[in-house]
């Protein structure tokens, strides 16, 4: 990773914000309303939050300077998963406690300027981890800058929000979503490659055995893509479980996947330590990948606390977060040269 007085600074600061999730956590804004995103009923559903409002440049403003990886802010991270996992607590999808999640996620995200979209889906009944879980409604929140063109070509950046019944869901995974916020603020004011839509998931933990019975708000995503939409992806990366360990692992689903391969290459100009793993279909980028899509997985380090009640905070690492943090803002950014 790099050195500079700029990061030693932002590491000192991480360290105390470190010192001091439990603060974090309480200075968070929330929403204690009920959630009227998802509607009852069997189809998908979507609606319009528009940001906050901003003047307007004039013809001759500068554009945006480019994104690099050394304009992620771990601490946002860090806050997320304390307030997430540790003021929230396990947010099954169709629960109220995930209702509350997602408010929240939505007006971090408007708060940095995004233009957000509440999709509503349904879920079925059914075991997840040994835990009976009800039939409903969840939702996905789906931000990006406005006047954004889906049609158009476009990156997708998701992790998803939801746990299982019994676990607070701190490496599972607050620890994407706080990466996923770090990677907008510093997007708030620069520019990718490419545009970026970022998501936060709804119903990714397996609510049975098998394809059908997982991944249901990135599936819901995908099959609401248009022809013209779909072709306009040109790749997804999913945030899940990328707080542990010092080494990040970087997954795909099929061979020769050129989304791994691109991140692979931003570990490289980057500095961040990483190893190749196949075989990867246990997270939302799967939900691309079998529709014929590029995706790829960032996280999947195994740690004690997986799918339990001890899933919190402390588990994660701060350090963690800031490199996957650092390779996404890579593989974001204008390619130099």
């Not at 158009?152 to 939801?162: I, K």
């Not at 061979?255 to 791994?260: K, R, S, Y």
């Not at 100009?269 to 960032?298: I, K, M, N, T, Y």
Request: proline residues 9%; glycine residues 12%; charged residues 25%.
């Amino acid at each position: 990773m790099d050195a500079g007085g700029s990061r030693a600074t932002r590491l000192a600061g991480l360290a105390v914000a470190c010192v001091a999730l439990p603060a974090l956590a309480a200075g968070c804004s929330d929403d204690e309303g009920p959630d009227r995103s998802a509607p009852a009923g069997p189809t998908t559903s979507t609606s319009a939050e528009p940001p906050p409002p901003q003047s307007e440049p004039g013809r001759d403003a500068e554009p945006p300077s480019p994104v690099s990886p050394d304009d992620l802010d771990p601490r946002r991270a860090v806050a997320a998963v304390a307030h997430l996992a540790g003021r929230i607590g396990p947010r099954e999808a169709t629960g109220r406690a995930y209702a509350r999640a997602a408010r929240w996620v939505s007006t971090e995200l408007r708060g940095l300027g995004y233009e957000v979209e509440r999709q509503g889906f349904s879920v079925p009944a059914g075991e997840s981890w040994g835990v009976a879980v009800p039939a409903g409604r969840s939702v996905n929140v789906v931000a990006a800058r406005p006047g954004l063109d889906r049609a158009e070509p476009h990156l997708l950046v998701g992790a998803h929000l939801d746990t299982v019944p019994q676990a607070p869901g701190a490496e599972d995974n607050a620890s994407g979503v706080g990466v996923l916020l770090a990677v907008a603020e510093a997007l708030s004011e620069r520019r990718a490659r490419l545009p970026v839509v970022l998501v936060a998931f709804g119903a990714e933990e397996p609510r049975g055995a098998g394809d059908d019975l997982h991944h249901f708000g990135s599936r819901a995503y995908v099959a609401a893509l248009g022809g013209r939409e779909r072709r306009a992806v040109r790749g997804m990366v999913s945030l899940d479980r990328v707080g542990v360990g010092d080494v990040v692992p970087v997954g795909s689903a099929r061979d020769g996947d050129a989304v791994q391969r691109a991140l692979l290459a931003a570990a490289g100009r980057s500095g961040v330590p990483v190893v190749a793993e196949g075989g990867q279909r246990s997270s939302d980028h799967w939900s691309f990948v079998r529709e014929g899509l590029p995706g790829a997985r960032l996280g999947s380090t195994p740690y004690a606390g997986y799918h339990s009640s001890g899933d919190v905070p402390r588990v994660v690492s701060p350090d963690q977060l800031e490199r996957v943090g650092r390779l996404v803002l890579a593989w974001l950014a204008p390619r130099r040269g």
